[in-house]
């Protein structure tokens, strides 16, 4: 059985890792393009994908997610001309198992090998399944999946846990997830919002401060922190907090013990730290806007949130969740939807998120009044406009699409033209097909109605990549 497999333009290359992989008993599949290898993978059990250049200007870094899903799920490392830094950033962020730059080191690429089926082997046994209290998380995509995953480490622990991600993506759900699933849940989850803790106060919030310690301090207070206590401390949008209380909070960590305003005696706190931002925190370190050893401090575990734009696999769920929602809250029976309401859904960028869904199934549950079924007209203006536009920005020009009409002798028979432009329709849609789904082939054969093989036929007779 093949357990490796080697996909690289280089056939030289390709055969040179053959024979190496050979002699240490291993066995392994060759593809010169990626179009056949992920064929291969589909319809194989590879544990390691030894991933090269494509010929042509395709970049296979972008196709690691789709690597990832298939159901063997390998290990991936890659092998590159380049000796980008960026790209080898990029490709450990994008999920590579290792990446290491051309010509390549032969024998450290077997000792990598070596390691990278070790690890395939042993994760099944280190990832039991466990079952988690969701707090309201919907989905089932491989994305989320990984994600809960993480949560699931992160809840057997008391390691910070770094949350990143754009505006709307549910970084307090998670967080949430992290405490409900953990052995402090039974504890206060307290949320500090570090955008809007006024400058004036934000010590004696976080702190406390004793009665008298400045003028308006009119009773005692015991501050977030210590509410804290035996529970989690979630700080939302961390990347806000002013630099002189970085400084402070900093102490906090490492003792977990701090002075409240106007205190003459240090208390202590024993909470579970938890912190997200929708910022860079690392270019924020290079810029010397953000403590480097506090952000140590924090990104103890890190959970990198997907936007929902490349969880389209869950739309559908969520979009039955925020309807089923929005009717109880408004007191009235739960409405269906049609086809073209969730393909319209589908087609937005929403840059806003899940937060942004939300409020839009919300108002569109409140403008179809006592009607049962939701159709694209009852999404606003503004999702319908820019779905409108993302559809025709690819369309040629009307004056490609006609016959010419220089001559009787230049103009084409029916069946000519038929076969012509039905082939640009195709490869059109095609196009708009692997943007819409980012390449994931299961959500564009949802989209689609096509069948796999069909899908993938199609691509290759038009020539087109995801």
Not at 123 to 128: D, F, G, L, N, Q
Not at 348 to 374: C, K
Request: with cysteine; glycine share 6%; aromatic share 6%.
């Amino acid at each position: 059985m093949n357990n490796i497999l080697i996909i690289d333009a280089d056939r030289d290359l390709g055969q040179d890792l053959m024979t190496e992989l050979s002699k240490r008993s291993l066995h392994a599949a060759y593809s010169v393009n990626l179009s056949k290898g992920l064929a291969m993978l589909h319809v194989g059990d590879f544990r390691l994908v030894l991933l090269g250049e494509e010929s042509g200007d395709r970049n296979t870094l972008e196709y690691l997610s789709t690597l990832r899903e298939i159901p063997s799920r390998p290990e991936i490392i890659v092998l590159s001309s380049s000796r980008d830094p960026d790209a080898a950033e990029a490709a450990i962020r994008g999920g590579a198992w290792n990446f290491m730059p051309k010509p390549v080191n032969m024998p450290r690429l077997m000792v990598l090998v070596e390691r990278a089926l070790e690890y395939h082997r042993e994760r099944p046994a280190k990832s039991a399944p466990v079952s988690l209290r969701r707090e309201g998380i919907i989905g089932n995509s491989r994305l989320l999946n990984s994600c809960l995953d993480i949560v699931a480490e992160a809840a057997a622990s008391d390691v910070s846990v770094l949350i990143t991600g754009e505006t709307g993506t549910g970084k307090e759900l998670f967080a949430r997830a992290i405490h409900a699933n953990s052995g402090r849940a039974g504890k206060p989850f307290v949320v500090v919002d570090c955008a809007a803790l006024p400058d004036t106060l934000v010590e004696s919030m976080l702190f406390g401060h004793e009665r008298g310690a400045f003028t308006s301090a009119e009773s005692r207070s015991v501050g977030l922190i210590r509410q804290a206590d035996g529970g989690t401390l979630f700080l939302d949008e961390v990347g806000e907090l002013p630099l002189s209380v970085q400084k402070v909070f900093l102490r906090v960590l490492e003792g977990r013990s701090f002075r409240p305003v106007g205190g003459a005696q240090e208390v202590t706190s024993n909470f579970r730290l938890v912190a997200a931002t929708n910022r860079d925190l690392e270019a924020m370190v290079r810029s010397e806007t953000f403590r480097r050893d506090l952000y140590y401090r924090l990104r103890g575990i890190r959970l990198e949130l997907s936007p929902l734009r490349d969880l389209l696999d869950d739309m559908n769920d969520l979009v039955c969740h925020f309807i089923r929602r929005a009717c109880q809250r408004q007191g009235i029976d739960n409405k269906g939807s049609s086809p073209d309401f969730l393909d319209t859904l589908m087609q937005y960028t929403w840059p806003g998120n899940i937060r942004e869904l939300s409020n839009a199934i919300d108002q569109a549950v409140l403008r179809a009044g006592s009607e049962p079924i939701l159709y694209p007209q009852h999404l606003s203006r503004n999702i319908r406009a820019s779905v409108a536009r993302l559809q025709v920005a690819d369309l040629p020009p009307l004056e490609e699409r006609t016959p010419p009409m220089t001559s009787p002798d230049d103009f084409p028979d029916l069946r000519t033209y038929r076969e012509k432009h039905l082939a640009e329709l195709e490869t059109w849609y095609l196009k708009n097909l692997m943007l819409i789904s980012k390449g994931q082939i299961a959500v564009a054969c949802r989209l689609s109605g096509l069948s796999r093989p069909r899908l993938y036929a199609l691509l290759k007779e038009r020539g087109v990549g995801r």
